[in-house]
């Protein structure tokens, strides 16, 4: 199984940049997905394919990398980005990094 | 629009059958791929199978042994049924549409319990 690795719990103040990363324990190419999931939802797409943003997704959000090395920035962050960020490959089979909580100050 | 609800049992005895659907509407199961994710109270999401358009289908390794999906397109369905259910099982169950390998619409989850 290919194994996602994410940065654990962060804090951040409104109006900040953030960087969340994920590793994976093989190369997965551009196959990364992020997902943003806030309590009591469903997940929604947010970047594809390492880069790409998903449509109706604020261009506050980006993604970037390949191999195994991936990062989702968001810049400037605002309130409403208080929640957990999963990113997920589909190399091979599909799995999910552990998630990291995003909170604001 | 494209949705997708899952409906089931929310409570399901220890060792018995968890059967759940979900139905879709606003694309065709023969055009998209389903898939199935789980995800227990405060952790993590897990991958757990997927239905392809031409009707085979995939399962986590982990699962696999215990783990059915199916479909009726012809009442826009997908069916997950796992067996030997025990409490690590419980967890919330979503169906997601598969867009070129990712995942962009989710339905809105069923959560399921396990207590006799």
């Known amino acids: 199984d290919t194994v996602l690795t994410q940065s654990p719990a962060l804090a951040v103040s409104p109006g900040e940049r953030v960087t969340i990363s994920c590793r994976a324990s093989e190369s997965v190419s551009t196959l990364m997905h992020w997902y943003q999931q806030k309590p009591g939802q469903q997940p929604t797409l947010l970047i594809y394919l390492a880069s790409n943003l998903e449509s109706g997704v604020p261009a506050r959000f980006s993604g970037s990398g390949s191999g195994t090395d991936f990062t989702l920035t968001i810049d400037p962050v605002e309130a409403d980005d208080t929640a957990t960020y999963y990113c997920q490959q589909s190399w091979n089979d599909w799995t999910f990094g552990g998630g990291t909580k995003l909170e604001l100050k | 629009q494209v949705q997708l609800k899952e409906s089931g049992p929310g409570l399901v005895q220890p060792s018995q059958t968890l059967s759940l659907t979900c139905t879709v509407s606003?694309?065709?199961?023969?055009?998209?791929?389903v898939h199935w994710v789980r995800q227990p109270t405060g952790k993590g999401l897990e991958w757990m199978g997927v239905i392809w358009t031409g009707g085979s289908t995939d399962y986590n390794s982990a699962l696999k042994s215990r783990l059915s999906i199916s479909r009726d397109t012809s009442k826009s369905q997908v069916f997950l049924k796992m067996n030997s259910l025990q409490t690590e099982d419980i967890a919330t169950y979503y169906c997601a549409r598969d867009d070129n390998n990712y995942f962009d619409y989710w339905g809105q989850g069923v959560l399921v319990t396990v207590s006799s």
């Open positions: 606003g694309f065709s199961l023969t055009n998209y791929n």
